[in-house]
Structure formats: C-alpha cells, structure tokens
C-alpha cells in the first residue's frame, strides 16, 4: 500500500523557520518526482515546488523562491522542504504528492503550518 | 502570470451528465499541458483522477472522464453519484522555471 505522511508542520512567528517531511513507503521512491502543494485556509491549491528523482531538477513558485527549499533522501525514501522567513501568508496544509511523467498520483494526509505571532 | 480557469461552481442532478472546464491563459489547452484532475472532499486531502488529459488512475470510477473540448481540458462525470459533491482541481503543465499551475478550482454540488 502506497503512504506518503508529513509532519514538521506546526505554529511559527513570521520570520521564522520550519522543515516539513515526507516519508514514503509501498513504491518505489527513487524513481519519481516528488512534489509539494499547499491551501490556504479555504482555499484552493496551490504549486510549491517539484524535484525530480535524482534531485537533477529542481523547480519553486515564485511565492517561495529564495525563502524554500526542497530536498530528498532516496536512501531513506523521504521528501523534505525546508521553509525560511515564513509569512503569514505561508500559513496552509501542506501536501506532498508523487509524480511520474506528468501523472500525479499519490497524495499525503497533509502537515498544517501556521504562521502567526 | 498564468492563470488557470475553472467553473467556481456547478450543480447536478443524481444520475446526471456535468462536464467541467479549465482553460489557460495563454490559449488553447493541448494535450501537451498534461492535464490532471483531482478531487477534494471537505476535509480530505486531494484524490487524483485523471492524468495526462484522458487517463484514468486504478482506482478513477467508470463514470469519471477526461478529454479536450474547445480548447479546455474537461473532466465529464457520467451517471453522477451523491458521493461525487466534492470541489474538483485541474492541475497543467507549462515546462519552465515554474512548470504547473492548479486552476482554482470547480465546487460541484449534487442536488
């Protein structure tokens, strides 16, 4: 059975930092692209950032770039996204998903992140 | 900035036919956008559909399909089921630096 679980989410002060994780099990982690996507409290979803299987790529929204980034660790079939200097508008669940070949399958439970003083 | 439109809101009958859009703003969605759809439910995380325009996952129901219809991806729900009222997301593919673009999303109710 396929799982992809986050965790790391959590309440953070504006201008503080977080890492989020996703530990992935039941395929075979190392051959896709793996993906974050985020929504806003009531609102849709949103594209954060992708890297490809061998980490060779990698791609930010611009909402995120320069304060994100993604990362993998295929030997430990997770997924991670470190976030500096969060704003409140930051404040979202946080998904990972997988990919392969334009196909989006899998999706996580989602890591909530809120980001308020 | 691109922009990918969606319905905000359709409604259906049960055992109703509903077809819903996503249109880019940069002209006409080919196959080349690899469109994906996906299902949320109140609560839920996103349940994949459709990938790569018409393709349907193990678990997509029969009644669940995709296609191009003047120059939208389109998401067609035949023989609609109560359990299919749940906000509806496509998702394309522009390549680049940043490479996909969710559309905001369609609310579908089943009345």
């Known amino acids: 059975e396929v799982q992809l679980v986050e965790s790391g989410g959590g309440l953070v002060k504006p201008g503080g930092s977080l890492r989020l994780s996703c530990a992935a099990s039941?395929?075979?982690?190392?051959?896709?692209?793996m993906n974050w996507v985020r929504q806003a409290p009531g609102k849709g979803l949103e594209w954060v950032s992708s890297?490809?299987?061998?980490?060779?790529?990698?791609f930010y929204a611009d909402s995120v770039k320069g304060r994100f980034t993604i990362s993998r660790d295929n030997a430990k079939n997770s997924l991670y996204l470190q976030m500096n200097s969060l704003r409140a508008e930051d404040t979202a669940v946080y998904y990972c998903a997988s990919s392969h070949n334009w196909n989006y399958d899998y999706w996580g439970q989602g890591t909530l992140v809120t980001v308020s003083s | 900035q691109t922009v990918v439109t969606q319905e905000p809101s359709l409604t259906v009958s049960p055992g109703g036919t509903v077809t819903l859009t996503c249109a880019s703003s940069?002209?006409?969605?080919?196959?080349?956008?690899?469109p994906n759809w996906f299902q949320q439910k109140p609560g839920q995380a996103p349940r994949a559909l459709i990938y790569t325009t018409s393709n349907k996952h193990s678990w997509t129901p029969a009644r669940f399909s995709g296609s191009l219809l003047g120059g939208k991806a389109a998401l067609t729900l035949s023989g609609v089921q109560p359990e299919d009222e749940a906000e509806y997301y496509c998702l394309l593919y522009y390549g680049g630096a940043q490479p996909w673009v969710f559309g905001g999303g369609t609310k579908l109710t089943v009345l």
């Open positions: 940069t002209g006409a969605v080919t196959s080349g956008y690899y």
């Open positions: 890297i490809t299987s061998s980490s060779s790529y990698i």
């Open positions: 039941g395929f075979t982690f190392s051959s896709y692209s």
